[in-house]
Structure formats: C-alpha cells, structure tokens
C-alpha cells in the first residue's frame, strides 16, 4: 500500500523495482533502536526520532531501511539468496531538506558471487537514477573499505590502530587526526601521574590493584562500570596505542593510498603499481576488486564514466566493502548510494554468515532534480 503524500514517480519507480525481481517487504515505522543505535553509526545514531513503549523498551522511528529489512529476513527464517526492495518514509533530522522523506532501494541477501552482486547494485541503482532523474550529467564514486583495511593491515600497525584507522573510514578529517597522531604521538595523552609509574614498568597486577583501592576509597560501585582489570587493561592498550608512532616509509605509502583518485578503467593498474611500490601485500582485496570492476564491464558500465577514490566511504558502520554513490554532478546532492554489510546480518543474530549488499534512493533529491530546483 502506498503511503500518504508518495512522489509522482510512485507508481513508475514500483513498476521498476517490481522489475528487478526483489519482492516488496513492508517494513513497520516503528521499530526496536536498539540495533540502530548499536550498528549505524554515530553520525545516524545523532539524527534518530526516539521514543519509548509502555514497558520502557526503547524505540525510534523508521531511520532507515536496511537494518529492518534485514531483520525480517532472519524472524522469516527463509533461503538466501533472496532479494527484497521496499518504498516508504524515512525518519531522521537532517540539515537540509524535511526531517521525512521518501527512499525507495533493493537489499540483495546471500548472493554467493559478491562481485557480481556488487556489480547489479551498482548497475541497478544507476539504471534508476537514470531513468527517473532525466538528463542529468551523473557522477558516480566508489570506495572499498576492504581495501582500506588490507592497507592498513600491511603496514604492520597494532591491531587497536587498525580498528581505529578503520572506523574513521570515509571520515576524511577524523581520519586525518588519527594519521596525524600517528606521525606524532600525542604528548598530551601521557597517563595520570597516579597510574603512570604501573604503566611504564608493566605491572598490570599492580595498576588494577591501586585501580581497585581508589574505587573503593571513592565508593564508586564497579556494578555501574567497568571493573578493575578491565579499567587496567583498557589503560594499557591506550598507552601501548598512544605510544605507537609510524614509520616514515609506512606514512607515505599510507598517505599515497589515501590520495588515490582516479577512474575505473584505471584503478586496478593504479591498485597494483601502489601496492608494488609500497612493498605491501594485498592481492587478495586486489582481486576481488578486480572482479567487481570486471563484472561491472560485463553488465555494459562504462569504467571510465565511474570514479574510484581510495578515501571515499559513506557514514554507516556496518558497511564492509563496496561503497557507492551517485549524485547529479560533482558536488551535488547526492540521488542514490549503497554498499556491501557482509557481516551485519551475524551481528543482527542470522545463524551463520550471509553477504549482503544494497542501494537506496533519495526519492525528495530526485523529485527536485526532475523539477529543475
């Protein structure tokens, strides 16, 4: 059923998607946060409508499509591969536009071939933004996120600062603050002079049990924290990470793979010629990129027509490889985009590992582009 106020594009836009042989799922406006809150992001989490039910269960609005979707998929306990695509409001403040609006997308659940998937996400979602958003000088960029870590992995750094690099992936300032940290270790940062003499010498035993003495000389109960060998142990991590400074061959080869901007019909040899010259291992994340840019030229993309840009990666955190977005010229709003979660649907309690990739559209952007606005 329609809802109130659709587009007018509805009819056509679900004649299309009804196309592409992905039934409609009918997702609530009402749904659990929980796994918002847990799985999308700070910059969604900050923008989510919230509420509560009688029993104090904490609830939002609709925010977006793609947790929900997923989730009823694991309650339907049906096969993969299974494909879903959906048409409705969503629900979050933004900057500009209204704080509701229309997105209409296709979630694409255990296709085994993942780059073919990721190939039709991207082929699809252009193919629409094509044909409802008329004569537009379209730009479309990607970013992987596997590749960013395979990177980021070869250059040796602890894995704390992966996990670090790695959340701040397609966050161009945060990133930046953390290479910066890197190259210069952040004096600011040295511990309480309390703690600092168990840190310097190890003593792990030690620092949890002068932990443990202040937080009882405080009466601060460790039933509403961490306790003290987790306190200690975090303690320890920070400092081995705050201490970690990197090289300065390792932060040039980083700083050239993160400007790395070119088209795709010439990203595979600008990959590789990188890898080569930074001495770094990545053939696996090189393949698999390969394949997707090849599946693309398969489905008759035109290569040169999409950009690859090694810092490009888009403000949600379950987002694991492929990331796309297509806008209606440089630095216009942005009509449609997507990626790959491979691992959300474990996160979401699925029984074992599903891939998963997806796009949605920005169906009020696209209306003003129809209309010249």
């Known amino acids: 059923m329609l809802e109130a106020g659709f587009p007018a594009i509805a009819d056509d836009l679900g004649a299309a998607l009804d196309a592409l042989e992905a039934p409609r799922v009918d997702i609530p406006v009402i749904q659990p946060a929980e796994p918002f809150l847990d799985m999308a992001g700070e910059d969604l989490r900050r923008r989510i409508f919230l509420t509560e039910s009688e029993t104090g269960e904490s609830l939002c609005l609709r925010p977006e499509f793609t947790i929900p979707v997923c989730r009823a998929h694991i309650a339907e306990n049906v096969a993969t591969p299974r494909r879903y695509s959906y048409f409705g409001k969503v629900f979050r403040q933004r900057r500009d536009g209204e704080n509701e609006f229309f997105q209409a997308g296709v979630e694409d659940l255990g296709e085994p071939d993942e780059a073919r998937a990721d190939a039709r996400a991207i082929s699809e979602a252009r193919a629409l933004v094509v044909r409802f958003a008329t004569n537009q000088n379209l730009t479309i960029t990607l970013g992987d996120q596997s590749v960013f870590e395979a990177v980021v992995a070869g250059l040796g750094l602890p894995a704390g600062w992966q996990k670090r690099l790695v959340h701040t992936f397609g966050n161009e300032q945060a990133l930046d603050a953390m290479i910066a940290r890197l190259a210069n270790p952040d004096s600011a940062a040295d511990p309480d002079a309390s703690v600092a003499s168990f840190l310097a010498r190890g ?3 030690g620092l949890q049990a002068h932990i443990e003495e202040v937080m009882q000389a405080t009466g601060y109960s460790t039933n509403a924290s961490r306790s003290p060998a987790e306190i200690a142990a975090r303690l320890i991590d920070k400092q081995a990470l705050d201490a970690t400074r990197l090289s300065e061959a390792s932060l040039n080869a980083l700083k050239t793979f993160l400007a790395l901007d070119v088209p795709c019909d ?3 040899d600008t990959l590789s010629a990188f890898a080569r010259d930074a001495g770094l291992d990545i053939s696996a994340a090189h393949r698999n990129f390969v394949a997707r840019l090849e599946a693309l ?3 008759g993309e035109d290569l040169g027509a999409i950009r690859w840009r090694a810092t490009f990666g888009r ?29 959300l649907m474990a996160l979401l309690g699925a029984r074992e590992p599903i891939p998963a990739v997806g796009f949605s559209l920005w169906l009020d952007r696209i209306e003003k582009v129809r209309a010249g606005a």
Do not use: C, M
């Open 203 to 205: 003593d792990a035993a």
């Open 266 to 268: 010439r990203a595979a």
């Open 297 to 299: 030229s398969e489905r």
């Open 315 to 343: 403000p949600l955190d379950y987002y694991t490889g492929l990331v796309f977005e297509i806008a209606a010229g440089d630095r216009a709003p942005v009509l449609a985009g997507g990626g790959r979660y491979d691992r």
